[in-house]
């Protein structure tokens, strides 16, 4: 199987899944779609991780949780996504200290599709990629990162980029939010 992956200037697939928000009974499930987040006027970050129930995920999954603010200050809608369905993350969130008190959305893409058509999935056992897009206000994808199945992220990155990016000016390398940037 190869890989293309959807890269910056492309714009965000359009998708309705669902995804899992609290759990609470009755509660946990919500229909998420593309449609709403562009409606939203919101940047959208979404991170995938390639299996619920694993060792490297949740440590990522609650990093993400412990900067939900920062995400919301930042006009930014934070969506995590894997290819596992919504009664498997309901079972991990109530299962998993650290996962229970979510702040954003668990999408689950059990049919792979928008995994496909981003190009993340692992060509042997079909599960996403550690996978980051940022998407802008109008759907355009502004930054995609990929990590191989055993490394985890920077959530701290991920926000200096998210920072960077809506400056719409020129950042050198490691600029951080309240740092001069670069005229032409």
């Known amino acids: 199987?190869?890989?293309?992956?959807?890269s910056v200037g492309s714009e965000f697939p359009e998708f309705k899944k669902t995804s899992v928000v609290s759990i609470e009974k009755g509660k946990e499930f919500y229909e998420l779609s593309s449609e709403e987040l562009k409606n939203s006027g919101k940047w959208m970050v979404m991170f995938w991780?390639?299996?619920d129930?694993?060792?490297v995920c949740p440590t990522e999954i609650a990093e993400f949780n412990k900067h939900a603010q920062d995400f919301a200050d930042r006009d930014a809608v934070l969506i995590g996504a894997s290819t596992d369905s919504e009664f498997v993350h309901a079972a991990w969130r109530r299962d998993h200290?650290?996962?229970r008190n979510l702040q954003f959305p668990m999408l689950a893409d059990t049919s792979k599709s928008l995994a496909t058509e981003?190009?993340?999935l692992e060509a042997n056992e079909k599960v996403a990629y550690r996978a980051t897009y940022i998407v802008d206000p109008q759907g355009i994808v502004r930054w995609v990162?990929?990590?191989d199945l055993s490394v985890g992220r920077s959530v701290k990155e991920v926000l200096r980029v998210l920072?960077?990016?809506q400056t719409d000016e020129l950042c050198p390398c490691n600029w951080n939010k309240g740092e001069a940037t670069l005229t032409a």
């Open 53 to 55: 129930f694993t060792f």
């Open 145 to 147: 990162s990929l990590y």
């Open 163 to 165: 920072d960077a990016l």
């Open 49 to 51: 991780w390639p299996k």
């Open 97 to 99: 200290e650290d996962l």
């Open 1 to 6: 199987m190869k890989n293309v992956i959807l």
């Open 118 to 120: 981003l190009g993340i």
